[in-house]
C-alpha cells in the first residue's frame, strides 16, 4: 500500500509516467483499499439503478436543486485545500529540519578547527560533515546532481572514501560510517 510508506526518488518517477493509468488497471485486482471500497460502491451503484428504474417506469421525474451540488463541491474544495495546506507544511517542516543539519554542520566544523590539534584531521572532519549536506540534497534530488555530486566528492576524500561513499546505498549514512 503507498499510503504507508514513503515514496522514494524513483517511486515519485514512476507515479508521474502516463503508463500508471495502465499499471493501476492491471494491479486493481490486488489493491487493499479497493477491496475495502468495492462492498460500498456496489451498494452505491444498486441503489442508483434501481432509483433509476423505478423513475423510468412510474413517469416521475427526480430532481435535486442546484444547493446540494454547490455544498458538495464546497466540501470538495475544503478538502483539497486542506490537503494542499498539509502538503505545504510538510515541505516547511522538511526545509527547517535541513536548514537544523546544515547549522549542526557548521557547528561541529568551527568545534573540530578549534578543538582538534591536528590540522588535517580537522580538515577531514570539516570536509565530511560539509559533504554531509550535499549527499543528503543529492539523495533528495537524485540523478539531477549526480556529476555534480560525483566531482565534490573525488575532489574531496580519498579516492577509497569517494568510491566507498557513491557505491553505498545510501551515501549520507555512508559518509557517517567513514568519518
Known amino acids: 500500500s503507498t499510503y504507508t510508506r514513503l515514496w522514494t526518488h524513483d517511486d515519485w518517477h514512476r507515479h508521474l509516467s502516463v503508463s500508471r493509468y495502465a499499471r493501476h ?45 454547490l455544498l458538495f463541491g464546497q466540501a470538495i474544495t475544503l478538502l483539497l485545500t486542506l490537503r494542499t495546506n498539509q502538503s505545504l507544511s510538510r515541505v516547511q517542516e522538511a526545509r527547517g529540519v535541513f536548514n537544523g543539519v546544515v547549522t549542526a554542520g557548521r557547528e561541529l566544523a568551527s568545534l573540530a578547527s578549534v578543538y582538534i590539534r591536528d590540522e588535517t584531521m580537522a580538515v577531514m572532519l570539516a570536509r565530511y560533515v560539509s559533504l554531509f549536506g550535499w549527499s543528503v540534497k543529492y539523495v533528495v534530488r537524485g540523478e539531477e546532481d549526480a556529476e555534480e555530486y560525483r566531482t565534490m566528492l573525488a575532489e574531496m576524500l580519498p579516492p577509497s572514501d569517494a568510491f566507498f561513499v557513491e557505491n553505498s546505498s545510501s551515501p549520507p549514512l555512508a559518509l557517517v560510517r567513514r568519518a
Open 25 to 69: 488497471i492491471l494491479e486493481w485486482p490486488t489493491s487493499t483499499i479497493a477491496w475495502r471500497i468495492c462492498p460500498v460502491c456496489a451498494v452505491v451503484v444498486c441503489w442508483a439503478l434501481t432509483v433509476k428504474q423505478i423513475t423510468e417506469k412510474s413517469g416521475i421525474r427526480l430532481e435535486l436543486p442546484f444547493t446540494c451540488g
